[in-house]
C-alpha cells in the first residue's frame, strides 16, 4: 500500500517551477548527502554540529522530517506539492530515487524524482481537504481521504464529502501556532479568490485607506487606465502619487503587460501591480529593472496586507473580507 506525502516548495512556493521538472525537494544542504550517514544517531550528531543553536523541538521536528524524507518515501508513494500563486496541487509518483544534487532546485539539495501526473485547483477541493492542508511543515503525511480527493478531482469523478485530516507522527506544541496562522493565510487568500473583479479593486483601496492614503477606484470606462489612484491629500497633487493596476482571474502576469502599466506611469507616479494570478520571472525582472517605483503583489502579498492593517480598514473593506481577531498565549 503506498502512503501520502505533501512536500513544500519552499517558502511562498519559491521552486514549485523546479519542481514541475521532476523532483520534490528539501533544504538541510549542509549536512551534504544522508547516505552517508549509516545511523540516526551519527545523523543527529552532525545536525547539532551544524544546527545545534535552535530550539530542542524545532530540532527533533526537523531530524524526522529529514529521516522521513529519505528513508519513509518508496517508490509509488503519491507526493504532492502546492504552488501558492496558481492555487494549485501538484499530484506525482515517487520515482524511489533519493539524491543528494546541488543546484538542481534552487538551494534544497536533497532530492527525489517524482512523476508528475496532474494538478487539482485548490478550489476543487471541499472545505474540510482545504483545511487540513494549511500545515508549514516541510513535509508531512496527507490522509487517504484527502488523497482519494485529489484523485477523483484529476479523474473528473465528483468529489465526495470525508473526514480528512493530517496525519502526523509527533504532536509538535511548537509548530501549532505556525499552523494555524497558515491556515488562517490560506483561508484568506480563499476569500479573496472569490470576490469579483470590481470587490477586487474596492480591497484594494481599502487596503491603500487603512495605510494612511487617500484611495478611490478609477471611474469606469472603455479605457481607464490605472483601476485604483491614491495620493496623501487625495487629489494627486502631493507625493507619493500611487497608481495601482487590478488583475484578478486572469492568469500569471508576463512582462508585456508590466511593460505595458509601466508606460503609463509618468514623472512622480509610483506603481502597484496587483495579480491574483501571479507573475512570471520574467515580469518580475521588468519591475525591477523599471526607472519608477513599481510593486508587484501577489495573492499571498495582498493576504499578508489584509492582515497587517486590518485594524484600520474602513467598513468597505471589513464588509469584503469579514474577519475576527484570533488571541494566541505568550510564551
Known amino acids: ?20 521538472k521532476g523532483y520534490v ?35 527533533a521536528n526537523a531530524i524526522a522530517m529529514i529521516l522521513k524524507f529519505r528513508d519513509q518515501i518508496k517508490a509509488g508513494d503519491y507526493l504532492v506539492s502546492y504552488n501558492p500563486e ?13 539524491r543528494f ?19 487539482v485547483s485548490r478550489d476543487a477541493l471541499t472545505q474540510k481537504s482545504k483545511n487540513s492542508l494549511g500545515s508549514t511543515l516541510t513535509l508531512f503525511s496527507i490522509s487517504q481521504p484527502i488523497m482519494d480527493e485529489f484523485l477523483a478531482v484529476l479523474e473528473g ?52 485607506r487603512a495605510m494612511g492614503y487617500k484611495a478611490k477606484v478609477s471611474p469606469k470606462g472603455p479605457d481607464r487606465g490605472v483601476d485604483v489612484i491614491a495620493s496623501p491629500d487625495g487629489l494627486g497633487l502631493t507625493q507619493p502619487r500611487i497608481k495601482a493596476e487590478v488583475k484578478h482571474r486572469d492568469g500569471s502576469m508576463g512582462a508585456p ?7 503609463a506611469l509618468r514623472e512622480g507616479d509610483s506603481g502597484l ?22 510593486t508587484l503583489i501577489d495573492l499571498d502579498d495582498l493576504a499578508s496586507l489584509i492582515v497587517s492593517h486590518y485594524e484600520s480598514f ?5 464588509a469584503l473580507i469579514p474577519l475576527v481577531r484570533i488571541y494566541w498565549p505568550v510564551d
Open 1 to 20: 500500500m503506498s502512503n501520502n506525502w505533501m512536500v513544500r516548495a519552499g517558502r511562498g512556493g519559491i521552486y514549485i517551477e523546479d519542481f514541475e
Open 25 to 59: 525537494a528539501i533544504g538541510w544542504s549542509k549536512l551534504g548527502d544522508l547516505t552517508k550517514y549509516t545511523s540516526d544517531s551519527s545523523f543527529r550528531e552532525k545536525y547539532l554540529e551544524i544546527h545545534g543553536n535552535e530550539k530542542p523541538a524545532a530540532t
Open 86 to 98: 496558481a492555487r494549485e496541487y501538484l499530484i506525482g509518483r515517487d520515482k524511489g530515487e533519493y
Open 101 to 119: 544534487q546541488p543546484d538542481v532546485v534552487g538551494d534544497f539539495a536533497n532530492l527525489r524524482a517524482v512523476d508528475w501526473i496532474g494538478k
Open 157 to 208: 469523478k465528483p468529489v465526495k464529502t470525508a473526514s480528512p485530516g493530517l496525519d502526523i507522527d509527533d504532536v509538535e506544541v511548537t509548530q501549532l501556532k505556525d499552523e494555524t496562522v497558515a491556515q488562517s493565510h490560506e483561508l484568506i487568500k480563499d476569500k479573496i479568490a472569490a470576490l469579483t473583479a470590481d470587490e477586487m479593486e474596492e480591497l484594494v483601496a481599502s487596503i491603500l
Open 257 to 263: 503587460v508590466i511593460r505595458g502599466f509601466i508606460g
Open 273 to 294: 501591480f496587483i495579480s491574483t494570478g501571479g507573475f512570471t520571472r520574467e515580469a518580475r525582472y521588468e519591475a525591477e529593472r523599471s526607472t519608477f517605483p513599481l
Open 314 to 318: 474602513d467598513l468597505e473593506g471589513r
